[in-house]
């Protein structure tokens, strides 16, 4: 039976069964001198920060969303007053409660107009100002300026190392046990990207029917994935002699039935970061930092098919012990229809390399030079930035 994996790099086929659940692809740690940690979350397939955290607050929201859209009279958490975590995100309201948990909207990166996931995941790991400028990941980029980087190495749980860790400094491979199947939006996207191929879609179609027999056998879906098991192994790691590590979720590709299909990936986010915080007990969870941040937001307007479609402004998060969370951070633009970029999407006011910026400068001493020269070139950073008070 096999297996098609969506790569920003390509397609890589293996000898498992397919499965309609969201996928946790590499996990990449490295060792690094003190007591700080730094996880990153890379959600692919864009994340709609529009619908994790709603502004309902907002006049027209409701509007542009008649059937996504939510208000705390049908379920939506509300944060503030103005807006509301989706109620899939129920687990994560005790970290908020704690100021372990903070989220940031209207943030990008500098990838504008062409909406592609595997363009738009290489600048985010990547962490340039174009696509393909830069060759290799900021975090491996930063683990050259972290003092004593020489007595670093990175582990990545997979069989290859993604973007956001390639680079020149060491990274070991390390694949997971865990029978992680491929997730709903990765498998419709390969089969809208793929249906005029004939010998693609006869291997589908074989795929799909052995996926569909092994399911009927476990019908319960699970068939051995453990979602939490790679977010564990980070946290068992971080444990030792290991300060940085990264993973990505899948899932969040929502064309279609988005209200249904937005609830599994957000529970899994949601576990991830609990996991986490569980295995890291209180005195490293004290002094942690995660950032979940995804290539691009989805557009203000929900489609005809019930979903969202690849847009700009999208949401980051933030969470852990280390940070002043329980607020949302950022600029928020509005969403009016003269306020939104192209008159579709979330309008950008921030670039979410500062945030990453920001969680480097003060969990490692980073220097902001080295941040904007080495780190995220062409990025503007400094000591006043609003996300070191988080």
Known sequence: MTEFLLSRRGFLASACCLAAAPVFTPVTFAAMPGDNRFVTIVLRGAMDGLDLVQPYGDPGFAAFRPTLALTPDNGLIDLDGHFGLNPAGADLLPLWKSKELAFVHAVSTPYRGQRSHFDGQDMLESGGEHVAEEKTGW???????????????????????????????????????????????????????????????????????????????????????????????????????????????????????????????????????????????????????????????????QNGSGGTDHGTGGCALLAGGAINGGCILGKWPGIGDAQLLDDRDLMPTADVREIAAAMLYRQFDVTAEDLTAKIFPGLSFDKGSQFLRA
């Open 139 to 301: 975090l491996n980029r930063a683990l050259a300026v972290i003092p004593r980087s020489d007595a670093r190495k990175a582990i990545d749980v997979n069989t290859s190392t993604e973007l956001i860790l390639s680079g020149p400094n060491n990274v070991d491979v390390w694949a997971s046990d865990s029978n992680l199947g491929t997730a709903k939006d990765e498998m419709q996207f390969l089969m809208r990207l793929y249906a005029g191929d004939p010998a693609f879609a006869k291997a589908m179609e074989e795929a799909t029917r052995a996926n569909g027999a092994a399911m009927i056998a476990e019908p319960d879906g699970k068939r051995g994935e453990k979602i939490a098991d790679v977010a564990a192994l980070a946290g068992n790691m971080l444990k030792g002699d290991y300060r940085i590590a990264s993973f990505s979720i899948t899932g969040w590709d929502t064309h279609v039935g988005q209200a249904a299909q937005f609830k599994r990936p957000v529970q899994d986010l949601a576990e991830a970061i609990n996991t986490l915080k569980t295995t890291l007990g209180a005195d490293i969870w004290s002094k942690t930092v995660v950032l979940a941040m995804t290539e691009f937001g989805r557009t203000v307007r």
